[in-house]
């Protein structure tokens, strides 16, 4: 299968798949990464002054993907939605990201959409998650969803079933986050910081799939 990966936010993507982004990419089946908003709401910044930010995040975006691929040849994609204010479903902006991430799909030859689980506790990982599923209904059977989670606990087993990615390599995951620079030290001012306790990993991601009703 060929996997997309939709992350809410830089530094998700290695959190919640960074093991199938790795597997993936070793094995030719990564059609992309694509991220849903800017990043600039972990930090505050003056009005109109948060370009900064959302450049380093981006290239921090870069340098986690190279590193967990081994390789330059792909390039994240960024949706630029504001951080912590997703579109609604039903709104002209959602509507129009729905139909850029179908084509991408098309494009790319996607048989599968990883994102960020339906019960995150955070507005845009719940948006993403929305985005999926809605992408899910518009290629009318032609793709998968599987969710991974960042903050939340593992969705019911008797609603979702699991799937298992292979291990990383040891110490790659660790190595990719590192990329995530501002969300980890205070090169950025007061801001967001990732506990400690989130930067001990497994080596291996869990996806969940949604059992049919």
Same mark, same amino acid.
């Given at each position: ?50 370009? !900064?930010?959302?450049?380093?995040? !981006? ?11 081994? *390789?330059?040849?792909? *390039?994240?994609?960024?949706?630029? #939605? !504001? ?10 902006? %959602? ?8 084509? %991408?799909?098309?494009? #790319? ?27 899910? !209904? ?13 903050? @939340?606990?593992?969705?019911? *087993? ?23 620079? @501002? ?8 801001? %967001? ?21």
């Amino acid at each position: 299968m060929r996997w997309l990966v939709l992350a809410p936010h830089p530094d998700d993507e290695t959190l919640g798949a960074g093991a199938l982004i790795a597997q993936t990419a070793k094995a030719g089946r990564l059609a992309g990464l694509v991220y849903l908003t800017d990043g600039s709401g972990s930090h505050e910044t003056a009005k109109g002054q948060s370009g !900064k930010l959302v450049s380093s995040r !981006k290239r921090e975006a870069a340098a986690a993907l190279h590193r967990l691929t081994g *390789s330059r040849r792909q *390039s994240p994609l960024h949706l630029d #939605w !504001k951080d912590a204010a997703p579109a609604q479903p039903g709104c002209r902006a %959602f509507e129009r990201t729905v139909r850029r991430l179908t084509a %991408f799909c098309r494009r #790319w030859h996607v048989d599968a959409l990883a994102v960020t689980a339906a019960h995150e506790p955070h507005c845009d990982h719940e948006a993403a998650a929305q985005l999926a599923y809605t992408v899910e !209904k518009r290629a009318r059977g032609r793709l998968v969803v599987a969710e991974y989670v960042v903050w @939340s606990q593992a969705p019911d *087993s008797r609603t979702h079933r699991m799937l298992y990615t292979a291990p990383m390599l040891r110490g790659q995951r660790r190595h990719a986050l590192a990329a995530h620079r @501002s969300q980890l030290t205070a090169s950025h001012g007061p801001g %967001f910081r990732l506990p400690a306790y989130r930067r001990a990993m497994p080596a291996s991601d869990i996806l969940y799939l949604r059992r049919a009703s």
